[in-house]
């Protein structure tokens, strides 16, 4: 049989409707859609697209699966190396990890293997009537310090193995940035409440409203009987550009922005936590999280939302299907444009001017690329006498994100780098015995997948450590 030499498309909402909704962009694949993608696959020998997954997702094995009809077999398959399918089968980068690896790839498009993980997770969660299996306990306890994909991710492996798993959330709800920072049009909330409720009936203690380092310290884990502890708390601290203006109102870090669009409900006429919708938008960065905001900021209202952008369309880090989608629904791509000030309305004459201390405006200098720099892109340079203003009236700050040092400066021990992130051995061991680290806590802001490989490590060095001890 020849070979389809493309992916079958995902179906997706009209740009015109799914821009003024909240509603998931990509409709999912039929029965028939997944079935005919799966033939695609060529089965290999060697499994070259395993080596390209941070969990080791048998991928082969689960699409042969489809080819049969057997969903729920393939769902198994998954499921045995990963504690997030319906997640990852929509926000992983794919395209850089296992399908970059793809035999197809050499001349055709690879196999979708992110839409055919989605299609399996939902057809489970949709039709299966099984339970999770609750391991024998084995009268250990481990504390995990965080809700999102690493923690979340460790707390199920250590489950299966018999573990008596506590995860500590600051937030009111589990998930991290799966709930907080990843809006509904891209990840529904149910899903993740769907994987949280699987770990919850694998026996994970789930405890929201717990910060530690400031409700409880990691020694007070230790005193309360914990045997060993892993800090998945993620990177929640935003950065800013320190320029002239960013202390105005209406300017957002991309974080805060995103929480009280998703976790608290802003939009609301009647929220307690209002948000400034803002009539013309403008989001400063170039990566999904940046695609997150503007695409968030015209479905809340926005009349015009430019995505402002230092480097040219071929460094953007953004996944190309986010930038796509986002240019489709109309957001305005300035690139080789950095922000030099914040511009705001000030009325000397009358301080109490309801105006006063609002943004007006972003002061932008266009640059061109230079030479490499240590990241291996073109260093954008700025082109002198190249100023221009935006019309704006909010302003949204999407340049990172580094780990919060409230766990550092109450853990003694625990040795950072010179940006807060927590240091940590091959085995994800920090330097305190019995504490461990993974995801955004030690790389800075990364992908959800490889959050999940380092909860995955933690898990198996935890339970050496545990057995050994």
Known sequence: ????????????????????????????????????????????????????????????????????????????????????????????????????????????????????????????????????????????????????????????????????????????????????GIPEFRLPKRIVSKEVQTLKELGVEIATNVVIGKTLTIDELFADGYEAVFIGSGAGLPNFMRIPGESLKGVYSANEFLTRSNLMAAYREDSSTPIMKGGKVAVVGGGNVAMDAARTALRLGAEHVYIVYRRSMDELPARREEVE????????????????????????????????????????????????????????????????????????????????????????????TRWGGIVVNEAGLTSREGIYAGGDAVTGAATVISAMGAGKLAARSIHAYLCGK
Not at 122 to 151: F, L, M, Y
Not at 368 to 387: C, F, K, T
């Open 325 to 416: 989608h986002a240019q489709e629904e109309g957001i305005d791509f300035r690139l080789l444009c950095n922000p030099v000030e914040v511009l705001g309305y000030n009325n000397p004459d009358n301080p109490r001017d309801e105006r006063n201390g609002f943004v007006t405006g972003l002061r932008c200098v266009k640059m061109e690329l230079g030479e490499p720099d240590a990241s291996g892109r073109r260093r954008p340079v700025a082109i002198e006498g190249s100023e221009f203003d935006l019309d704006v009236d909010v302003v949204i700050i999407a340049i990172g994100t580094s780990p919060n040092p409230l766990i550092k400066s109450t853990t003694e021990g625990l040795e950072t």
């Open 1 to 180: 049989m020849a070979i389809i030499p493309q992916k079958h498309a995902m179906p997706v909402q009209d740009p015109t409707e799914r821009g003024h909704n909240f509603q998931e962009v990509a409709l999912g694949y039929s029965r028939e859609t997944a079935i005919a993608e799966a033939k695609r696959c060529l089965n290999c020998k060697n499994k070259p697209c395993v080596s390209g997954c941070p969990v080791n997702v048998n991928i082969p094995e689960f699409i042969s699966k489809i080819v049969l009809e057997d969903f729920e077999g393939a769902y198994e398959t998954i499921a045995s190396t990963s504690s997030l399918p319906a997640v990852c089968g929509r926000v992983c980068p794919q395209e850089t990890q296992c399908e970059c690896h793809c035999t197809l790839a050499k001349k055709f498009e690879p196999v979708a293997v992110g839409r055919l993980e989605r299609f399996v997770a939902d057809w489970h969660n949709a039709n299966s009537t099984s339970h999770a299996h609750v391991a024998e306990p084995n009268g250990h306890r481990v504390a995990i310090v965080g809700s999102g994909p690493s923690g979340l991710t460790c707390a199920g492996d250590l489950a299966r193995l018999g573990y008596s798993v506590t995860v500590f959330e600051a937030l009111h709800a589990a998930g991290g940035v799966l709930l907080y």
